[in-house]
């Protein structure tokens, strides 16, 4: 087996019992970077060097990251590494300190192998928004890897790193990982702290792993999660290991299969391979049960309002003054205008638009305010249905990856790439995508497990038992 297909428990074990060093991992790592990411894109920014010496330093310490290398969305600032968001605006930006969730993987001592591509700012669902290349879908380089975390799910998959972190807004984890065939989670809102992501929409956006397997993300999860004073958001609350519950038994656990999820237009590879993993999942002794999300339809459209509302407050910050890109002009306004038209690409000012649109008096009742009432009906939803249920089993996205250029001059169908993950960003509930099937194109489909408020032990076990039983995991797409 080659050494940059290990995931991180593996690497961990051998590590450990001195079969190969962490210098040997990472100069393994690099060799693949050099052979595929010519054609698959994944990176903004490649750390070798640095990389190389931290692995070289590694000392024998036994945390679970110690050694191991990664990659790391590039919209957490990493101090004295470039951060772009892939975006011209900040083509140049090196952060001055480091974020709270890359911090902890510090602690512990992890390899940063690099930063990786992304829809500018974190806004699209097929990474072809960067302001730097077009990530490629390892499965199918002519298809899209989803977003936004585009990059870091490509990077998993095509073995360029051992796992990645990614940001997920309205499934910017989930719907790259089930795009690209691994394991994508994201955590409950203020389970793990925001300082250092550079915000898109604040009371969305949520960092969490990408990964080879289910327990390599419980891995993960275990080191960046946990209160922050740093980040007014986060939940100060114990944080479990979350790798005891993997390995125990699902029998009686009831999983709510929302009819609203099942829908006309979705693919129908995807619709088989969910109901099988369904079946799957009853056979090992969990009990399907239908329930009903009724205001799931209103999801998209409050979603696309809140959140380019708070991205036109967040995106006010660059005006070419304090960092980052400035275009001179005649004067303080001209030079503000100039900086954002050079430095923000089309969908970024479409969306500043929209939101800037959506606050401005007289539209802010109409438009602002009935969007956060939706918001609360659906969460009010989910918390009924979790009245009933233990999770809630769903699609991860209507279809497959998506060809390069299918859907770029359509927002709106873009968009509805999201549907069936936006809700859970809304709910502020943890969810996860794990492989479920492959089309008979053979392009990876994943299965979506929602849990209540800060039980991710409760998906993580379904997802380790699910996993367990099925081989779609095991499989590498050919480059």
Known sequence: MELYSLNIQEARTAIDKGEITPAELTEAIFKRI????????????????????????????????????????????????????????LENFVPPYEGTATSKLKEQGYILIGKTNLDEFAMGSSTENSAFVTTRNPWD?????????????????????????GSDTGGSIRQPASFCGVVGLKPTYGRVSRYGLVAFASSLDQIGPITKTVKDSAILLNVISGHDACDSTSADLPVPDFTSVLGQDIKGMRLGV??????????????????????????????PVEISLPHTEYAVAAYYILATSEASSNLARYDGVKYGLRVEGKDLIDMYMNTREAGFGAEVKRRIILGTYALSSGYYDAYYKKAQQVRTLIMNDFGKAFEKVDAIVTPTAPNPAFKVGEKADDPLQMYLADIFTISVNLAGAPGISIPCGFTS???????????????????????????????????????
């Open 258 to 287: 929302p009819k609203e999820y099942f829908i006309a237009g979705m693919d129908k590879e995807v619709e088989e391979s969910v109901k099988q993993a369904i079946s799957k999942l009853e056979s090992l002794g969990a009990i």
């Open 141 to 165: 380089i002519t298809r899209v890897p989803g977003g936004s975390s585009g990059g870091s799910a490509a990077a998993v998959a095509a073995d360029m790193c051992l796992a990645a972190l």
């Open 441 to 479: 194109q053979n392009l990876p489909m994943g299965l979506q497990i929602i849990g209540k408020h800060f039980d991710e032990e409760t998906i993580l076990k379904i997802s380790y038992a699910y996993e367990q039983s099925t081989d779609w995991h095991k499989r590498k797409p050919k480059l």
């Open 34 to 89: 050099e052979t595929v990411e010519d054609i698959i894109q994944s990176f903004v920014t490649i750390n070798k060097e640095n990389a190389l010496l931290q692995a070289k330093a590694a000392g024998n310490n036994r945390h679970p990251l110690s050694g191991i290398p990664l990659a790391i969305k590039d919209n957490m600032c990493t101090k004295g590494v470039r951060t772009t968001c892939s975006s011209k605006i």
